[in-house]
């Protein structure tokens, strides 16, 4: 799945459990949700998300180890209400499901502007798979932007200078510039 370092408390780490990445023809892994690990590794404690199978990211907040939030996937031969953006406000001791799109479109990838982080990005991709059909794009992927820490989400599309609404994408990934965080890749 993914593994983040909490910027602000380097021994805080969360790891989410799974591969997201699924192809045509690749296997991917089942998990059990996030663990958290308080003294740089050494110990690991589940942390929930168990349902959620496949974890795609994994982002902390740059100034509060306690809030995180992961995309998740959901399963991978099914639909599954367990997918979309979570989001922890207590390190991990509760997860509330901050971005669902419906039960074949998960989240795959984050991003936090670390100078403003109530400046998120996420992106969602619709991928079902089943033994006779595939389907690896759809018109509900897209990318999404909160700027209220994850409360609230817009969809970015051709008015952004994006994807016009209705076309179907497939798997997006999504960073920020360092140097200037309001450069979105």
Request: contains cysteine; hydrophobic residues 35%.
């Amino acid at each position: 799945g993914d593994i983040a370092v909490a910027p602000s408390a380097p021994n805080i780490i969360y790891v989410g459990t799974g591969e997201a990445n699924g192809g045509s023809g690749s296997l991917t892994y089942d998990a059990n949700g996030v663990y958290k690990s308080t003294d740089a590794g050494l110990t690991w404690v589940n942390v929930g998300l168990n349902n959620t199978r496949m974890i795609g990211k994994v982002i902390v907040h740059p100034s509060n180890p306690d809030i995180a939030f992961v995309a998740a996937m959901g399963e991978i031969y099914g639909s599954s209400p367990d997918r979309g953006i979570y989001k922890t406000t207590d390190g991990g001791a509760t997860w509330q499901k901050v971005l669902y799109l419906n039960d074949s479109t998960g989240g795959i990838d984050l991003a936090i502007n670390p100078s403003n982080p109530n400046i998120v990005f996420a992106a969602m991709w619709q991928r079902t798979r089943r033994v006779d059909n595939k389907q690896y794009s759809g018109v509900s992927s897209g990318l999404f932007k909160s700027i209220d820490g994850g409360t609230t989400w817009t969809q970015l599309t051709n008015a952004n200078g994006l994807f016009p609404v209705g076309t179907s994408l497939s798997r997006i990934g999504i960073d920020l510039c360092n140097a200037q965080p309001n450069v979105v890749y």
